[in-house]
């Protein structure tokens, strides 16, 4: 393990993460809302952390392991979150460090869970870095680095192997350099497209940059406390339903469809986006069938909300904790299945419980033909038995963190509903759960030790789970 690599090249993530701090600073400016100086601040102190670990690491390390890269994915999402909560406590916008904390860990792991009210008169500066921070959370900050570093002499296929979720990491192009470069653009390019519709169907120019921000990054922040329900307009609620569908489909698929001349067969022969379409269209007829006959909610409300959810992003048009109880267990289920692999949403990935769902189907065929030859295929292609062994490690290690997390939650006083759906919320990154934490209320009611818990849930969720455990087996440690 090269130590001074990895705080060398955590420092240009820092610095780089400090200039993204101008930004709220010029909105502030812009619109003589204040806390301009608040945030020049806080990119300077954090720019010179950057710089000053960048000066004692010496040269840019001329090769990363892929120790190291496992290293800096997991202090980067730690490092940065910390460093993003400084513009909250120096505004007085989050009172304590504990909510400070966990507003910036929320957004920059694009989970949407929040602690602040009054949203529609926060200072336009506030409200751009919480949907920034979104932004830079849903891609990862890393591939942006990643794009950059070679061209200081610092490889990226270390941070990209870390960084990148899914059981299956195909390179985009032959270098990872051009890797980055083209899933930023298609992310650019998707948020410039979602702003300039939004603006069009009748949002501000403020208000559609933060939501095309958020819903590309399928953060769910909004600028107003309604979040989505305060727009009363069916153009702006299907346009963003249409950009958390396309957020939630794996970006080499994008990619590839670009290359082909926006060809929409390189979309039919993906099993897993087959798999992603029909089940958000299955929950979307069972729980428009209970809701809509029910007299609790509309077709609108129904498709909205649940595209919100099965795709974690945590918009919501209106309290649909007051639906029937059986929506709550299917939009329970649709938090931990997920969006794509590849794609900016959370979630254990759709191609992860479909291939868990062919390997059952596998074993239950062996019972009945035990000298058989069965393999389990995604896209006409087998998949190793390695790569399943390390589906159910991941299935298992993700289920006992989600049960050792609520648990923690329980021991903090805070009640079963509302423990076992936040911890969904937060694990998954989705945000907005039931109980106390549902989409009309905020995690702001919680103890400190609670919301310190989902801190770390949040995290985990973000860093796919094995990213952070491999850190704790003593093997990594050694020479």
């Known amino acids: 393990m090269h130590i001074k690599g990895v705080i060398w090249t955590l420092g240009i993530l820092i610095a780089l993460f400090a200039s993204g701090m101008l930004v709220p600073a010029i909105v502030a400016l812009y619109f ?7 945030f020049l601040l806080a990119g300077g102190l954090t720019a010179t952390l950057g710089l000053s670990m960048m000066r004692w690491a010496g040269n840019a390390p001329k090769q990363l392991s892929h120790k190291d890269g496992f290293l800096i994915v997991a202090l980067a999402w730690v490092t940065l979150s910390l460093l993003g909560a400084i513009p909250f406590w120096t505004t007085g916008v989050c009172t304590t460090i504990s909510d400070g904390l966990f507003e910036s860990t929320s957004g920059l792991t694009t989970t949407g869970a929040t602690i602040l009210t009054g949203l529609d008169t926060l200072p336009h500066s506030i409200l751009f870095w919480r949907s920034m921070q979104e932004w830079l959370g849903g891609m990862g900050i890393i591939v942006l680095a990643v794009a950059v570093m070679p061209l200081l002499g610092v490889g990226g296929m270390q941070l990209f192997r870390a960084e990148t979720p899914g059981p299956v990491k195909d390179k985009l192009t032959a270098r990872v350099t051009e890797t980055a470069k083209a899933l930023w653009y298609i992310y650019v390019g998707m948020t410039i497209i979602s702003t300039l519709a939004l603006w069009f169907a009748g949002m501000s120019g403020f208000d559609a940059i933060n939501h095309a921000m958020t819903t590309v990054a399928i953060g769910g922040f909004s600028t107003h406390d309604a979040s989505i329900g305060y727009y009363d307009s069916a153009w702006v609620r299907g346009l963003i339903v249409m950009f958390m569908l396309l957020a939630g489909i794996n970006f080499t698929l994008h990619f ?9 067969n390189t979309y039919r022969c993906d099993d897993e986006f087959r798999t992603y379409i029909k089940w958000v269209a299955v929950l979307i007829i069972l729980i428009g069938g209970l809701t809509v006959f029910s007299h609790t909610g509309t077709w609108g409300e129904v498709i909205f909300n649940t595209v919100s959810i099965a795709t974690t992003t945590g ?30 949403g959370g979630g254990m990935k759709v191609i992860r419980v479909l291939l868990l769902f062919r390997q059952g189907m596998r074993e239950i065929r062996r019972l009945i033909h035990p000298h058989g030859v069965i393999h389990v295929k995604i896209n006409d292609q087998s998949i190793d038995g390695p790569v399943v062994q390390a589906l159910w490690g991941f299935f298992v290690l993700y289920m006992v963190c989600y049960a050792i997390i609520t648990i923690l939650l329980a021991f903090t006083g805070v009640d079963m509903l509302t423990s076992l759906t936040a911890a969904a919320a937060c694990i998954t990154n989705t945000g907005p759960g039931f109980g106390d934490v549902g989409p009309a209320s905020t995690y702001a009611s919680l103890p400190d030790a609670a919301k310190a818990v989902l801190m770390f849930g949040m995290i985990l969720g973000r860093l796919e789970i094995f990213t952070f455990f491999v850190l704790l087996v003593p093997e990594f440690w050694r020479k």
């Open 256 to 264: 590839a469809a670009l290359k082909r001349g926006f060809s929409i």
């Open 32 to 38: 003589a809302s204040g806390h301009a100086q608040e």
């Open 315 to 344: 918009f919501a048009v209106n309290d649909y904790a007051l639906w029937p109880p059986g929506t709550t267990m299917l939009l329970f289920a649709a938090m931990f299945i997920g969006a794509c692999a590849g794609s900016t």
